[in-house]
């Protein structure tokens, strides 16, 4: 792992769960710091991780590496021109992890010519199970690339993107996608708990049956719709609940859903970069 300092700007959720998987992958936290106005947050990411915190984003930044911009997508324009001098004298590398906001856009509040790759991470990162997609600008030579692809893999999986509009479908799937995958569970649960189960064991059998599928799907050779049909006898349990699913047009429901996020990522694009 590299021994490169990487500061955060904004410690909320994302930084926090980016921070809790470069730690657990064995980067030092002295090398890691996350500059975040909320004092309560703040003190949290030092007492659970050993890193540095500050209150100041101008003296996080000092000497980085990398600054990985992990503020809300509208705070991103005002953060970006208060540190694209500081960024651009010590050369840095930018990683812009938020929702819709292009490279152009940041590049130009940073001041200009600046390597900066767009990521797109995701919760999971917390337990290093996270999927991030990488974008980089043209300004981003081989050695920074490396390390935007080392920092985001201490969270997880990583994959490069060729062309930066492909990051609104990416933003809708893998971005947003656990809450979806969260509120099947939570639908799952309460289903099993109408039909007479504690909520215990039906949480217990909702998880484990979410994770064993899911890593079933990823081990195995067969496609997904393979394994789903393993799991279905003809007339039997499994058929009548598909039956429910498909009745409520599940795939459709998923591709609005997606080309709703996909859109709102692709709008805050637009909004945001017109600042
Ligand atoms: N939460 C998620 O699952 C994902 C979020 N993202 C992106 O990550 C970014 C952050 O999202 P979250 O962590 O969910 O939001 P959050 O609201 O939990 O974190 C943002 C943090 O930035 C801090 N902040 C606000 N203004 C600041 C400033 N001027 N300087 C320094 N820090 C400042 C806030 O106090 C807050 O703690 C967003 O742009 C979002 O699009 C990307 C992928 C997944
Ligand atoms: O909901 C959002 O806008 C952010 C981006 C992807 C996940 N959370």
């Given at each position: 792992m590299s021994e490169k300092t990487i500061a955060f700007i904004g410690g909320g959720n994302m930084a926090r769960s980016l921070i809790g998987g470069l730690v657990a992958d064995g980067h030092p936290p002295a090398a890691l710091r996350a500059a975040e106005p909320d004092a309560e947050r703040r003190e949290a990411l030092i007492s659970d991780y050993g890193i540095q915190g500050f209150e100041d984003n101008a003296t996080a930044v000092r000497g980085a590496d990398a600054v990985i911009l992990a503020v809300k997508p509208g705070e991103l324009a005002g953060v970006a021109r208060q540190l694209g001098g500081q960024i651009r004298d010590q050369q840095s590398l930018v990683i812009s992890i938020a929702a819709g906001v292009r490279s152009p856009n940041i590049a130009e509040w940073l001041g200009g010519d600046v390597p900066v790759v767009r990521a797109m991470p995701n919760t999971p990162a917390l337990i290093q199970t996270g999927a991030t997609a990488l974008f980089a600008n043209p300004s981003v030579g081989p050695e920074q690339r490396d390390l935007a692809e080392t920092t985001l893999r201490a969270a997880g999986m990583v994959v490069w993107l060729?062309?930066?509009?492909?990051m609104d479908a990416v933003t809708a799937l893998s971005g947003s996608g656990p809450a979806y995958f969260f509120l099947t569970m939570e639908a799952m649960q309460a289903a099993a708990e109408r039909l007479g189960l504690d909520s215990d064991t039906a949480r217990l059998l909702t998880l484990e049956t979410a994770l064993g599928a899911a890593r079933m799907a990823l081990e195995a050779s067969e496609e997904p719709a393979l394994l789903r049909r393993r799991v279905t006898s003809p007339g039997g349990t499994t058929a009548a609940a598909l039956a429910e699913l498909e009745g409520g047009d599940l795939a459709g429901l998923y591709e609005r859903a997606l080309r709703a996020a996909a859109g709102r990522a692709h709008e805050l694009g637009d909004e945001l970069g017109a600042q």
């Open positions: 060729p062309d930066e509009t492909q």
